[in-house]
């Protein structure tokens, strides 16, 4: 039985010669591109077919040409040699920001306008860069980091608060609450409203039973406890359940865009309750990931109070 050929010895600098002698059909040329004598190239050529099990090149009066074997084998040299100078090109661009994949989760409020709007701006800066969304709670966001399954997180410190360490956090903005009412509600038409002036309305929500929520804090501080309503976790049914005159409800500012035009949202009175929005990094994050969150920093999210 044939030895297998000893293919340890085919490193990167043994295959780019290889090629060029097989492309120039020279040892004498190979050696001049490469800044070799061609003693040198010719004793590389010789470890390279002792390791191949037989001859490469067919010597001839005037340079060199394939063999079968020769043949064969630089059909994968290049292929080798191509990936590798590919791999090289793509490392180089993601570590200038300009290029490869980034993996960015992001909490369901927050790819209503903040998100969208800002990778807009992102790949129109850098085309380059292949992105990969993921939308979850920002506790399930924080174990993907962790994992390194992320890139960047957008997250928020409610109900949760801040995660422990192993990651950075850049605050990017506050998102306070406003109230969503029906056109046709007795306060829709002020600019603001006095939260206690809602004490008598059914609170359309679904926070989990006996856990403190912005929501109870803030009317707790008004002086009254909220009156339950219908238990809803979509916004697209709170909105229908607001719009039906079966309550009202509490949006975040980051959710004002797809606030339909039959409901007004007006911000509170007084002490505002809101939430902190961050973004999350790796303690070695990649710039394109911190290019991401520079940008998120200085994106205007819609705050309109009252679609019309």
Partial sequence: M?????????????????DEVARSGSFTAAAELLGYTQSAVSRRV???ERAAGGPLFERLARGVRLTPAG?????????VLDRLDRAGEELAAIH???????????????NIDLLPGTLKRFLARRPGVELRLTEGLSARLMELLHSGALDVAVISDYPAGLPGEGARTVPLREDRLLVALPAHHRLAGEPDVDLRDLAGESWIEAAPRGQPTLLVTACAAAGF???GGPRVAEWSGKFGFVAAG???????????????ADLVLRPLRGTTPARQVYAALPESPLPAALELVEMLGEWEVCTTDSPT
Avoid at 96 to 110: E, K, M, N, P, Q
């Fill in 2 to 18: 044939a030895a297998m050929p000893d293919t340890n010895a085919f490193d990167t600098g043994a295959l780019r010669l290889f």
């Fill in 46 to 48: 010789a470890a390279l």
């Fill in 71 to 79: 043949a064969a084998l630089h059909r994968h040299a290049v292929a």
């Fill in 96 to 110: 200038r920001g300009h290029g490869g994949i980034l993996r960015v989760g992001s909490f369901a409020t927050a």
């Fill in 225 to 227: 406890t909220p009156r």
């Fill in 246 to 260: 079966l309550g009202v409800t509490l949006v975040p500012e980051l959710a004002a865009r797809a606030v339909p």
